[in-house]
């Protein structure tokens, strides 16, 4: 029987990239061994990229996109798997073009800054 993380029992939402990080640690275990895992999002109805890239995606980049296949999510609504998928996508697409990386980078550091009124 594969391992369980319940995910309500950790926080309330699948959107802030705190809460990706303490995924993150609680699933670093499991990915190092290339055990299989499954994740419950019973009960999680919001979802954000900064969570997925801070957990999902970040184990995927440190262990390889293969460990992360031993990841299995459930109970996860369509808009928070197609948060994930495009979370996971994104990481694969700039750790296989690191020029992506440099090229997002200077276009975010460009961009102008909200002034206060």
């Keep these: 029987m594969a391992n369980q993380v319940i995910l309500k ?3 309330h939402e699948a959107a ?3 809460m990706g990080k303490k995924l ?3 699933l670093e275990p499991f990915v ?3 055990e299989e895992v499954v994740v419950d999002f019973e009960s ?3 979802f954000a990229s900064p969570f997925f890239n801070n957990s999902f995606s970040a184990l995927a980049i440190q262990y ?3 460990a992360i296949q031993k990841v299995r999510l459930k109970g996860i609504s369509e808009i928070g798997r197609d948060t994930y998928d495009s979370s996971l996508e994104n990481a694969k697409l700039l750790s296989e073009n690191p020029d992506y990386k440099k090229e997002i980078s200077k276009i ?3 961009a102008p800054k909200k002034t206060e009124k």
């Design 44 to 46: 999680i109805s919001r």
């Design 24 to 26: 993150k640690a609680v």
């Design 64 to 66: 390889g996109f293969g």
């Design 108 to 110: 975010v550091c460009s």
């Design 16 to 18: 802030s990239m705190a």
């Design 9 to 11: 029992e950790i926080t």
């Design 32 to 34: 190092s061994r290339n």
